[in-house]
């Protein structure tokens, strides 16, 4: 099935480092979301994208929906230990009659060393 | 605002077998999706109910399939089961706002285990 291009896989970082990830795709997004998995849970959402070019921020989390609207970028700063998790980016299609499908990216699984 | 609910948490089935799985979205929440995770192939979308229509399908076998209740609560059929349907099956809620759906919250998931 498709997926969007995430990277890095993995991360393994001291605590309090800051963070980067990003996804990038071929096709063209209307919207971009960003979700963190803990084991054995559902995604939880971080952050929502609308508009090309915006840039969002949550807390110690900034997110960019890329201007060409087929990629776009996670930063989390200073990270905690309850960071630690798998971070997917999603691309929600355009579809006609507006029904709801997102693309998904592999994830990024972070690790942190206290 | 109670979240997204799915149930059960966890299921064991032996290959042949059928499963269903339920979710109940959001109050307010008129889309429903389902997605399978699994380790080799990520989260794929599995389907899409709105106002009790499938408007959208992925790539996936005629064996799995889904339906809307008028509640918005929805379910989710497997039949034959096969030692690869083992995976996490989660169900995501959205609200539709004229032309544009808001983000989608997902539920915390059902563990399908097929032996």
């Known amino acids: 099935g498709q997926q969007l291009n995430q990277s890095p896989q993995s991360m393994f970082i001291q605590e309090g480092e800051d963070v980067s990830m990003n996804c990038t795709s071929s096709?063209?997004?209307?919207?971009w979301l960003w979700y963190k998995q803990d084991p054995g849970e559902g995604p939880v959402l971080l952050i929502a994208?609308?508009?090309?070019?915006e840039l969002t921020s949550n807390g110690r989390l900034t997110a960019q929906f890329g201007i060409t609207r087929k990629d776009s970028f996670l930063n989390i700063s200073a990270s905690i230990p309850s960071d630690v998790g798998i971070y997917f980016c999603?691309?929600?299609?355009?579809?006609?009659?507006?029904?709801?499908?997102?693309?998904f990216g592999q994830g990024t699984r972070l690790t942190i060393n206290p | 605002k109670a979240g997204v609910t799915q149930t059960p948490r966890y299921l064991i089935k032996t290959r042949g077998q059928q499963v269903t799985l339920s979710c109940s979205p959001i109050?307010?929440?008129?889309?429903v999706s389902w997605y399978q995770q699994t380790p080799g192939q990520g989260l794929q979308f599995l389907f899409e109910?709105?106002?009790?229509?499938?408007?959208n399908k992925g790539n996936f076998p005629g064996r799995f399939s889904g339906r809307q209740f008028s509640n918005s609560r929805s379910e989710m059929n497997v039949s034959t089961l096969e030692l690869g349907d083992s995976a996490l099956y989660l169900c995501?809620?959205?609200?539709?706002?004229?032309?544009?759906?808001?983000?989608?919250?997902f539920g915390q998931g059902t563990r399908l285990t097929v032996v």
């Open positions: 999603a691309g929600q299609e355009g579809v006609l009659g507006g029904a709801q499908k997102l693309v």
């Open positions: 994208l609308y508009k090309a070019g």
């Open positions: 109910y709105f106002s009790e229509t499938q408007r």
């Open positions: 109050s307010g929440h008129r889309s």
């Open positions: 995501a809620s959205s609200f539709y706002a004229g032309r544009a759906y808001t983000e989608a919250f």
């Open positions: 096709s063209i997004f209307n919207t």
